[in-house]
């Protein structure tokens, strides 16, 4: 079985599901998912999860990531993207300099309203299965944060951008927000995900791609370890006579170890180095305690 995790490049007309169902025929094996949807028509980076990987999911969705979308202004759409049924398009007046001022504002903080044709559930139910049944209802406006937007061109009525952006953020519906405030619509024509978390477009790979890798033998290397994965948190190590404590997933102290002492959140590694898995430093018992465990036992 494979552990760790593998960035895939999911392809147009795929489903997030999809790009698991088909990973899990060719790898062979059941435990493995994604870290955070993208939409079907929507491209790019998408890491999958497998193995005891399975376990980062929670950790990596909540990642800051990087699209380059075409905004595509005049037209609204039910989807809010250019695949839906057209609600409403117009002649686009405002010109270039206005279209910028109106992106622009975006940068920062701002509610945003989910949209119906979105996986996000209410009482149980999901948004875009209400939304085919014809069904709309009142959805709250969350907070997201625009980190950042570069434009690269505007020949209306299309904007090429690069959007940073928090998690939880929908670029389709900032793209229908831009529109509103222009007064002309809009809505997203293209979207490609270029990083997430620290994975990147350049490296990300196809699914027919994973497949011949497979078969040549290659694969392994292309897999992330766990560990390296959580490169950002500090390690620690264990002293011999402790490693059974956390070999059984048990809490230890800073006296355990033979590290430089650290807070927060660290990696943890037996005597032999052998990744145990992450634990959370706590002030008030000054010892550290099981976040994620990822391997166990001799």
Known sequence: MYDGVINVYKEKGFTSHDVVAKLRGILRQKKIGHTGTLDPDAEGVLPVC???????????????????????????TDTQDAGGAVLSSGEVTVGEEKVREAVMSFVGPYHQIPPMYSALKVNGQKLCDLARAGKTVERKARPVEI??????????PRVIMTVRCSKGTYIRTLCHDIGRQLGCGGCMEQLLRTNTGGFNLEESLKLEEIENLRDSGGLEEKIIPVDVVLGQYPAVKMKPEFDKLVHNGNPFSPACTSSEPFC???RVYDSREKFIGLYQFREEKKW???????????
């Open 288 to 298: 550290f305690q099981p976040r994620k465990i990822f391997a166990g036992g001799q």
């Open 147 to 156: 980190l950042s937007i570069e434009i690269h061109s505007i020949q209306l």
């Open 264 to 266: 927060g959140m660290v």
């Open 50 to 76: 497998l193995g005891q990987g399975t376990k980062l999911c929670e950790l990596l969705t909540d990642k800051e990531k990087t699209y380059r979308a075409v905004l595509l202004l005049g037209i609204e």
